[in-house]
């Protein structure tokens, strides 16, 4: 099976910042790398899919980059309500996987 | 726009089975392979399996021998059960429609998945 390690596990930062969070892949997985969103008490919401796609009507301060086995996901501009957790999954091959996830506090 | 709803009981004993159903509204069910996710107290989400419009299944193996995932495109609903459950298997349990984007590389298109819609998810706890 593919393990994903997202780091950090963890990370404050303020209104208006530039964040990075990182997902390697324990192997090569192209670009079948997905990334979401996920409030406390609600399902995930998809953000970015097949490394650096957008998903219609997410903002466009949300992008995502990387290839193989590290992907980025970038999040310009923040803003309170981005304050989650992040989380980043492979379906390059069955099972499908997710990395640990990363909070984001604002 | 599609929306999913999962039901079923919230309580489970010990080496019962575990089923839920998955309602889809608001958009066709054909065409879309669904899934089941479920997520732990505390810790991150794991993919149980998904059911294509067809009926052809994929299990995660860590579960397979316990898990079946059924569809009935009439009733535009999809059901997990998930039998001989332990504590471990407490968690909240996510429907989702799994879609998928062609991307080109190493020389031919292949196909991407990913989880575009997903219900709110369902509490469920095993407990005698």
């Known amino acids: 099976d593919i393990q994903m390690t997202q780091s950090p596990s963890s990370l404050s930062a303020s209104v208006g910042d530039r964040v990075t969070i990182t997902c390697r892949a324990s192997?090569?997985?192209?670009?079948?790398l997905n990334w979401y969103q996920q409030k406390p008490g609600k399902a995930p919401k998809l953000l970015i899919y097949a490394a650096s796609s957008l998903q219609s009507a997410v903002p466009s301060r949300f992008s995502g980059s990387g290839y193989g086995t590290e992907f980025i996901l970038t999040i310009s501009g923040l803003q309170r309500d981005d304050s989650a957790t992040y989380f980043c999954q492979q379906s390059y091959s069955s099972p499908s996987s997710f990395g640990q996830g990363t909070k984001l506090e604002i | 726009q599609v929306q999913l709803q999962e039901s079923g009981p919230g309580l489970v004993k010990p080496s019962e089975t575990l089923s839920l159903t998955c309602i889809v509204s608001g958009g066709s069910i054909n065409s879309y392979s669904w899934s089941w996710l479920r997520q732990p107290p505390g810790v991150g989400l794991q993919w149980i399996g998904y059911v294509s419009y067809s009926g052809s299944t994929n299990y995660n193996p860590s579960l397979k021998s316990r898990v079946t995932i059924s569809i009935d495109t009439s009733r535009t609903q999809f059901t997990l059960k998930l039998s001989s459950v332990t504590a471990a298997d407490t968690a909240v349990y996510y429907c989702?429609?799994?879609?998928?984007?062609?991307?080109?590389?190493?020389?031919?298109?292949?196909?991407?998945?990913?989880?575009?819609?997903w219900g709110k998810g369902t509490t469920v706890i095993v407990s005698s």
């Open positions: 192997q090569s997985i192209s670009r079948f």
């Open positions: 989702a429609r799994q879609d998928n984007t062609n991307v080109y590389d190493s020389g031919r298109y292949s196909p991407v998945s990913y989880m575009d819609v």
